[in-house]
């Protein structure tokens, strides 16, 4: 036989073929590297469609055409729907996802995420912008409560934390690409740009694996069996997983309403939804959203658009450090130092514009004129050094978030929710968070307008030190643990090993 050989028999469906490796086991690695990767390209588009009126916000206020010049009723709009939209995504998750499968329900996201940027690349109306804004949120919802999870369930302990921040990392990625191309690129080229990842999702999906999870609770255990030997390799111990899963399996059985009073199911339920719901009360995304707006606002020396890209950029250094260290230094403490870096940030940023607001109420403008600022008005005070302190500020504020509260969110949540709850529940995480999300971007700039900068850095600061105390007093440290053992942790109360001949027996003939 070959070095190369087909996974399986005749008349079962193929993924590819392994190479086949005695001695060197990481080589299985690659096509696990290879099905993250597919998957997370999901993430790509949604960061880039999540951030994409900040550069666009600009362009609209100078549009010949009457019928896309926003004011700020619209603007608040045009930045919010999108929320919305990912709510209604993640809605539909939570009777979809564990009935349609992770990876198929990963692919129909592409769906509404091509048709929504068709429609606002060729709008002539506002109404056409929000349509398009409200179906690549749908898109964003869909991916964020399946991407997690899948890559998770395909994912062994010793690179779960590393492979977990993946989807947070490729988001940044996204956003990053968005600001870059917004530099040279008009609005509705950027529109065009967005459909390419979700292109290439769709048809490298088309060859990778279910989730092996996924295919043993819905009883095909031949599936499960060769998705396990695709993603780790044939020389190793796979069975032994399997066991482990379909052992974890009969234990749960299926979920009915009476189990959401046990331990076990609700405890990593509240704990998911409470940090989804945190994560955005810190305002994370009307701050990525207005990234530009909120520069102007500001004046600080460089100009907005470079600042946002600027930010972008240690955004993305951010997460790849957080994603080096998640397996090491663990979860909770990448928290604990997020919330102080958060917090910090969030003050000095709100310190600083209550100061500039009580000092030069008559030089600065409110934000329904500032997208409409000249040049010459963003370099206001380019020979003043503290008009680096919000540039700075936000920077850490992106850099803090990046580090624990934007990845570890989507990466516990994926390892702590119950599997045979895992579909219904991130997406209930997803809709609070995109809820949550929608609230404070569509009230955001109003506030700003109405009170100044300084009001929502001011709650941003308390939130996040809310985060700090949740992160000590909720959530366990899963760091190297199997999705088993997590379970375990729950159903037994705080103790991760699994006394497997227990289990054993416990499991149904």
């Known amino acids: 036989m070959g070095d190369n050989q087909p996974l399986l028999s005749s008349g079962r469906r193929q993924y590819g073929t392994v190479p086949q490796t005695e001695n060197n086991p990481s080589t299985s690695n690659k096509w696990l590297y290879l099905a993250v990767f597919s998957a997370v390209l999901g993430n790509f588009n949604f960061g880039y469609s ?26 608040s709009w045009f930045g919010s729907i999108f929320t919305l939209g990912a709510a209604s995504g993640g809605l539909s998750s939570m009777l979809l996802n564990d009935r349609l499968g992770r990876k198929l329900w990963i692919m129909l996201s592409a769906v509404p995420s091509v048709v929504g940027y068709a429609i ?21 919802g869909i991916t964020a409560s399946s991407i997690p999870v899948y890559v998770s369930e395909i994912s062994n302990p010793k690179l779960r934390g590393r492979l977990g921040s993946c989807p947070q990392m490729t988001a940044v990625f996204g956003s990053l690409a968005l600001y870059a191309l917004g530099l040279a690129l008009p609005w509705r080229w950027l529109a065009v740009a967005g459909e390419v990842p979700t292109f290439i999702m769709l048809i490298l999906l088309c060859f990778m694996p279910e989730s092996p999870r996924f295919l043993i609770s819905k009883n095909k255990g031949e599936e499960a069996e060769q998705s396990l030997v695709w993603l780790r390799g044939k020389s190793s111990d796979y069975m032994r997983e399997y066991k482990s899963i379909e052992r974890s399996l009969n234990l749960q059985g299926k979920l009915s309403w009476s189990e959401l009073r046990s331990p076990r199911v609700y405890k990593p339920i509240l704990i998911s939804v409470g940090m989804r719901f945190l994560q955005q ?65 969030t003050l000095s940023m709100g310190l600083y514009t209550d100061l500039i607001q009580s000092h030069h109420n008559a030089s600065l403008v409110n934000m329904s004129s500032v997208v409409n600022s000249t040049q010459s008005d963003v370099l206001y005070g380019v020979n003043n050094p503290l008009t680096l302190i919000p540039l700075i500020s ?40 995109w809820v949550t999300a929608f609230i404070l971007t569509q009230l955001f700039m109003k506030v700003v307008d109405a009170y100044g900068l300084f009001v929502p850095f001011f709650f941003f600061t308390a939130v996040c030190f809310m985060n700090f105390i949740f992160t000590a007093l909720c959530v366990p440290e899963t760091k190297g643990r199997s ?27």
């Open 50 to 75: 999540m951030v994409y009126p900040s550069s666009v916000i600009p362009q609209m206020q100078n549009s010949p055409n009457s019928n896309l010049k926003l004011n700020i009723d619209q603007i």
């Open 281 to 345: 009360m810190t305002g994370i995304t009307p701050i990525l959203v207005y990234l530009e707006p909120i520069f102007k606002q500001t004046k600080v020396i460089l100009p907005a658009q470079f600042d946002a890209a600027l930010v972008g950029a240690v955004r993305l250094i951010s997460v790849s450090i957080s994603a080096s260290c998640m397996d090491k230094a663990g979860r909770k403490i990448l928290l604990f130092v997020s919330s102080l870096l958060m917090f910090l940030s």
């Open 483 to 509: 999705l088993e053992e997590i379970e375990n942790y729950f159903r037994t109360g705080r103790k991760f090993t699994i006394n497997e001949s227990h289990a054993d027996a416990a499991s149904p003939s």
């Open 120 to 140: 606002m690349a060729a709008a002539q109306n506002f109404w056409m912008l929000l349509l398009g804004r409200f179906l690549t949120g749908v898109a964003g």
């Open 394 to 433: 936000t920077m850490v504020i992106i850099f803090g978030y990046a580090m624990g509260w934007g990845p570890i969110t989507w990466l516990l949540m994926s390892e702590i929710l119950p599997l045979n709850a895992r579909g219904v529940a991130s997406g209930l995480c997803v809709l609070v968070s």
